[in-house]
Structures are given as structure tokens and as C-alpha cells.
């Protein structure tokens, strides 16, 4: 996986109008959740600003990162774990960052990518990827950029499922039952099937 740097500002003051000054002027709230506790037992976050294109690079791609983040020239290694945007501008509203280790596994979505010509697709069916990302357990580390997903073997009609994939290192969390991929049956491929029985 690769990695990014970003950095940021502890913020001192919280609450909607500290918050609404803070996005006017290109900002956005993050926080930053790790082994911290309070007394409570619950995590304690770490509020801290972000500028909105300091967080470009790692919002708006289909690539997955690990981020160097410095805050106030504290530093930190995390992963992002949560945004939300303004359901009609689309502004990002905020970001949960979640502080990894090289040591505990995290639970992280990681995009798909379907190698190889399908046996079905030779036949005439079209390739669908039904997800576009699967959820792995592992130590951060050792989490690869995309998971690659052989269809060559894939016959007209056929699905791969979640619990038939395998990947070195990593637990698959998404469920076993999850359609992954399938070859689905076009006009043309029917007809040549109905013309093959004739």
C-alpha cells in the first residue's frame, strides 16, 4: 500500500460556529482516533484541521494509502477510515482518520481487478464486477494496493463469490456469499447456445 503525507492543525475550539468558520475558510474537521482512552473506556479523538486540497490526493482517488500525518509536528501513521460530504454540494465535510500500528490488524476496503480473458466472454457473455472493493484483515502492511482476481476459467453464466477467493496474508472479511464477479448471458450468446443445441 502506498503511503501519504499529510499534515494538519490541532484545533482548539469545536462546536457548530468554530466549525462552520473553519470550512468558510478552506478548512476541514478531522479526527483522529487511536489507542487512546478515556476514563470512560471509549476512544478519545484527537481534533485536529486539515486544508480541503491538502486532502484531495487521498479523497478523491480509487487508490487506497496509508497517511503520514503531522499535526503540529506530532507524528502519526493512520488510515482513513470515515468521510462525510454535504448531501448537495458534495463539500467534504469531515474526515475519521484511524491510527494504525505495524502490529494489529485493521479492517480495510480494497479495490478489485479482474486479470485474464473469461472462457465465458469467448463464448459471448460480458464480464460484470458486481463489487469494486473487498474488505481484508491484516496488519497494514502488509495490505496491497488492489487485489487481483484471475477470471480466465469463468464460464458463461458462472459467478465468483467471495469464499472462493484466497489471498496470501490477508483474512477476508467481506461475506462468502458476496457475488465478486459473473459472466453474464447476452442476446448473441444465447442465440449461438440455441443454435448449437438445434
Known amino acids: 500500500m502506498k503511503s501519504i503525507d499529510i499534515k494538519g492543525t490541532v484545533r482548539t475550539e469545536t462546536g457548530k460556529k468554530a466549525t462552520k468558520q ?28 486539515v486544508t480541503a486540497s491538502g486532502l484531495r490526493n487521498l479523497v478523491y482517488t480509487p487508490n487506497i494509502y ?25 463539500q467534504l465535510l469531515h474526515v475519521d482518520f484511524y491510527e494504525v500500528t505495524p502490529e494489529k490488524p485493521i479492517v480495510m476496503e480494497v479495490p478489485i481487478k479482474l486479470n485474464g480473458l473469461a472462457e465465458g466472454v469467448k463464448a459471448g457473455g460480458k464480464l460484470a464486477a458486481n463489487v469494486r472493493k473487498l474488505k481484508v484483515s491484516a496488519p497494514y502492511t502488509q495490505i496491497p494496493e488492489r487485489l487481483d482476481i484471475d477470471v480466465t476459467n469463468l464460464g458463461l453464466g ?27 448471458m447476452t442476446r448473441s450468446a444465447m442465440s449461438a447456445a440455441a443454435k448449437a443445441q438445434d
Do not use: W
Request: proline share 5%; hydrophobic share 40%; net charge negative.
Open 66 to 90: 496509508s497517511v503520514n500525518l503531522d499535526i503540529d509536528g506530532k507524528k502519526y501513521t493512520a488510515v482513513m477510515r470515515e468521510l462525510q460530504f454535504h448531501p448537495v454540494t458534495d
Open 22 to 49: 473553519l470550512r468558510k475558510e478552506g478548512g476541514v474537521p478531522c479526527n483522529l482516533y487511536g489507542e487512546a482512552r478515556g476514563e470512560n473506556g471509549l476512544p478519545v479523538a484527537l481534533s485536529f484541521t
Open 158 to 184: 458462472k459467478t465468483i463469490k467471495a469464499g472462493e477467493l484466497h489471498f496470501e496474508g490477508l483474512e477476508l472479511v467481506t461475506p462468502a456469499s458476496v457475488v465478486v464477479c459473473q459472466v453474464k
